[in-house]
Every structure is written in C-alpha cells, then in structure tokens.
C-alpha cells in the first residue's frame, strides 16, 4: 500500500520541504504498518465489528481532545500572526472533527458523556504529544523556561511537527480507502473514509505541512533533527494506536498469528533483486577480478592460467552481453502465442524447462571462461557483508532473528547465487546469524581459493521448485501449515504459484509479460487482502490456496513485513 519514492525525487522535495521529507522517510514504513492492522483492514473491508469501531471512536476523541489542547498551547507559542491565525483555523478543524465524533458515537450507540477510559496506547500518544506542546523535549528546554519570543517559536515547531503525521497519515489512508466504497455502495464507514477522503481534510493536512515547513526556515540542523525524531515518534505511536485497537474476529493479517504450535508458517524468499539491490554474479565477477590484479601487484608468481585483468573483464561483459541476449530470446520462445485466460500451470511448466536449459549452458560459459577462479573465500565473505539489502529487507529478517524461539516459523532462501557464502555473510552482518535456511549453489575451493568450478545446485525454476516441494513435503503432516514465497524474476514464478500466498517485489516487466501469458492475475497487496478478508468473514476460513493463479504485488519490504509479522506493537 505504502509506495516508495526514487532516491533522486525524494532528494528534490527534500530540498524545498522539511514536511515531505519526513513524511517520505515515514510512509515506507509506518504508513503500511497502520494499513495493514486487523482494524483497518476490516474496516477497509466493511466487516469491522461494530463494538471495535465504538471502541476506536472513542479512543480517537480523546486523542482529539489532546490535540486540540496541543494546537491551543502551540498557537500560545507561536510569535507570527499568521502563523497564530493558521493555527486558530486547524484547531477550529479538530474541534468540527470532534463534533462529528459526537455524532458518529451517537449513530453508533456509544453516549458521548459517558466517560470511556484511555486504553494504554491513546495515554501513550496524549501524554507525547501534550509534554511536546508543553516544552519537554530532549534537547530543548520547556516553555515555561522560554525567554524570547524565538525560543518559544521553536516549541511552537516542535509540536507542529508532532502533530503533522498524523494528518497527513489520516489524508492518506483516507484517499487509499475509497476505492472500497465504489466496490460497496452500502459500506457501513463509508461516513468515515469520506471524512478523511475529502478536500477539507486534504486541505487541512496541507496547512499544517505548509506551517511546519515556515516554522523550520529559521532552525538549525540539530534543531530539524529533533523535529524529525518527534514525527518519526509520532508515527510510530499512530501505528501503534491502530495496532491497539481490538478486533475480535478472524483476520487475513498479520499471518504471524498462524505462528502457534499447532500451525507452520513457512517463509520462502528468493536473494538477488528480491533481497538485495543489486545482482549477486556481477559483485563475484567483479571479486575474481580485483582478486586477479591484487595477485598481479603483489608481484607473486600465480599459478593460476589468466590473462591479463582487462581482459578479464572484457571476457565477462562479453558473457554478460551474451546472456541478456540470448536471454531475451528464450523469452520469446517460451511464451504461447495467446494470452490465456486463467492459469495453465503444465503449460507454464513446460515452458519454463526452455529456460532452465538456457540457465545451464549460461552457467557452463561461466565456468569454461575460467573468470571465478582465484577468489579468496574472505573477500567474498566481506564483499557478502557490504551488500545493500532492499529498503524494509534488513528489520523483516532481524524481527524474525529476534522473535524465532516463540515462532513457529521457518524461513528458507532459495537462489541462483553461484556463493552461498555471500549470502551467508549478507545476512549476518545484519544480525541474522542463525536465520534463514539457505538454498543455493557454491564454489568449489582449494583451500581458501576458487577453482572457478561452482558446484550446482540450483539452476534454473524447475530446480527452485522441486526445493521447495522438497521441503513443504518434509514437514510433519498432521501439522497444518501455510506458504508464502517473495520472489521478483520469472525464475521464480513457479515457485510463486505454488505457494498458498505469492508475493512479487518491485516491477519486473518480464516476470509480469510472462505469468500474465500464461494466465496469472497480478493484484496490489492491500487490495488483495482486503478482498480476503471480505471471504475470510463470510467463510470462517482461510481462503489462502496454491496455484490459484493470483500473485500479489507490494513496492517494499516494509508491506511483506506488516503482512507477515505485523509491526513491533502487534
């Protein structure tokens, strides 16, 4: 749901706006963290039972209650009239806000003046945002401790921008929920998402971003890096305000519930492009040819039959060209000449051993050219340790390195990757030491040094998904159990389909030309799984089931780790 921005677009607002940089840094993460709680997306899904959503309007008009107070003290704060007026207005909003609550409790069968008290997590976000408003900030000294009307601005811009998120959080999720009132004209919240849907609301979270960003002209660095700690704080506390939120009836989400002993969870994931940002054969390539100009330098006579580095590196990119080529080609030839309507998994599988044939001999060219030998085993463990893991990649693995003991879950890493060990050492310099199960090829070594010989085990779609019904098959039969596989290439597509739940990363065009030829249907997460929890309620079960030709789509790590692990306050 939450959608990332390109380091290069990001940096461009960052330059004119201290709010859309630190609602950019925030939406990767907490953003689909609030989304995907059991309360929004029942809510979402219009099957929210409605002793949850009284308990939620309640809680909502204490905070309301508190932010209000916040604005109050902040405009008290604040030197410029304008930026008074400002505040005057959005305060006037929260207030119009409250009045709907009343109602809505009202609508809802709640009294309004019955006293209803704070749950933990709405103390937790009133007490912040109130202590902020008051001063009490790490770093800064309390307002009533303020001298000048200068100082006491910087509180006004320290509250400002504790308050900020959630406005812009509300604007979000409201604009993301309707299109779940066009599939349901009766939606029983549809007042709800209308509220936060419309231009008012918009209009209101604009304000208030555009306030913050003025307020902000004047700090320093250290003084803009408090602001961003209290809006990461803030939403951290909006998402556990949601998470808080009790739902008692079954959900699609978060699958970490399944994690009982009387259910597996079994979490697959493919490594390259899929867990890292980069391919794992270029960095070993490039490895083996360092490897070679080191040994050159050192002026040690090398056993090893090479030429020269540059030729070296002229033999790879010929390989490499050779393989994006031929590569495309086999593409071609796989494919059916129609679209098919739905899901043809023999004819998917037969098409795929074209590729895996194509996998083999690309692998034999490698090994023939002799451009993995001499590597020492250590620079390919510290290459392992400096790879870039996809945004959100890194906290998934180390919440499931943290909380495994109590889960019954397992994770397995299935690739291509010519070296284990790179993968072994990527995921230990993040903490996961005892962590996935790691399905992969590797080099051969004498000693501590490559032969250029990798010894093989997995090649191509078909060798990844006999691993995997390899292992669905050896778990324990009496014990139910449920699938999920992350994978972004076509290599992987098998895999995804037999899988009860199929997650795609990123946006390859190829893995989508392809499965969307043989029939399977590509389906943004959220969407999905709001639609699951429609069936879910009607069918008391889980409607999650292999091959059924549907793969879900997310933009980041941070909606596989809401999806399956819900976030810290699940």
């Known amino acids: 749901m939450a959608s990332s921005s390109s380091s290069s677009s990001a940096a461009v ?15 990767s993460r907490e953003a689909a963290f609030a989304a995907y709680t059991p309360f929004l997306l029942s809510l979402a899904a219009g099957n929210l039972r409605l002793d949850a959503f009284r308990h939620y ?29 400002t505040i005057a207005a959005l305060r006037k909003a929260i207030l119009q806000e409250l ?28 007490d912040f945002l109130l202590a902020t408003a008051a001063g009490k900030v ?33 604007a979000y999720l409201g604009k993301e929920l309707t299109v779940f009132l066009k599939q349901d004209e009766n939606h029983p919240y549809k007042k709800w998402i209308n ?11 604009l304000q208030i971003e555009e306030l913050l960003d003025k307020l902000s002209i004047s700090l320093t660095g250290e003084e803009l890096e408090i602001i961003a700690k209290l809006y990461q704080q803030a ?120 590729l895996a044939e194509f996998e083999k001999l690309a692998n034999s060219r490698v ?25 959100g990649c890194k906290n998934f693995f180390q919440k499931i390195g943290k909380t495994r003991e109590r889960l019954n879950l397992d994770i397995h890493i299935l690739s291509y990757c010519w070296c284990a060990e790179l993968i072994r050492s990527a995921f230990s310099s993040v903490g996961c030491l005892d962590g996935p199960n790691i399905h992969s090829n590797e080099f051969a070594f004498e000693g501590s040094v490559s032969t250029g010989q990798i010894v093989r085990k997995m090649q191509s779609p078909l060798d990844k998904v006999e691993k995997f019904k390899s292992i669905k098959s050896g778990m324990d039969s009496t014990a139910a159990s449920l699938s999920v596989y992350i994978g972004d290439s076509v290599g992987d597509l098998l895999c995804l389909l037999e899988a009860d739940i199929g997650i795609v990363v990123g946006s390859s065009t190829g893995l989508r030309r392809v499965g969307k030829q043989f029939g399977v249907s590509f389906v943004p ?26 793969l879900y789509t997310v933009s980041s790590w941070s909606e596989i780790h809401a999806f399956i692990l819900g976030s810290d306050f699940s």
Request: proline fraction near 4%; charge should be negative.
């Open 99 to 126: 009045s709907l609550h009343a109602s809505v409790l009202k609508e809802w069968g709640v009294d309004p003046t019955k006293e209803i008290p704070l749950s933990p997590a709405t103390a937790k976000y009133t």
């Open 57 to 85: 309007i309640a809680q909502d008009a204490h905070f309301l209650h508190a932010f209000a107070r916040a604005y109050e003290m902040a405009e008290d704060c604040a030197d410029d009239d304008d930026d008074r007026a």
């Open 367 to 391: 090994v023939d050219s002799g451009v993995l030998r001499g590597m020492n085993l250590e620079d390919i463990r510290k290459a392992g340790e400096r790879l870039i893991l996809q945004d």
């Open 235 to 354: 939403m951290k506390l909006e998402v556990e305000f949601f998470s808080a939120q009790l739902v008692d009836q079954p959900v699609v989400a978060p699958l970490l519930r399944y994690c009982d002993p009387k259910y597996k969870l079994l979490v697959f994931s493919d490594f390259d492009l899929t867990c890292t940002v980069v391919d794992s054969s270029a960095i070993l390539a490039e490895i083996a040819i360092l490897s070679f100009q080191k040994t050159s330098q050192s002026g040690i006579d090398s056993t090893l039959d090479r030429t020269k580095s540059a030729d070296l590196r002229n033999s790879w990119n010929m390989l490499s060209k050779q393989y994006m080529e031929e590569y495309e080609e086999c593409m071609e030839r796989l494919l059916p000449p129609e679209e098919l309507k739905s899901l043809d998994y023999d004819q998917l599988y037969k098409g795929l051993e074209v």
């Open 138 to 170: 790490d770093g800064a000294k309390g307002s009533d401790k303020m001298v000048t009307p200068f100082e006491k601005t910087k509180i006004a811009a320290y509250t400002v921008g504790a308050m900020t998120p959630c406005m812009r959080l509300y």
């Open 195 to 205: 509220t936060y849907a419309s231009s008012d609301f918009e209009g209101n979270a």
């Open 13 to 27: 607002v960052a330059e004119g706006s201290a709010a859309r940089r630190f609602w950019i840094a925030a939406s």
């Open 525 to 550: 997460l959220f969407p999905g799984l709001v639609e699951k929890q429609r069936q879910l309620m009607e069918q008391e079960k889980s409607t999650f089931k292999a091959r059924s030709g549907v």
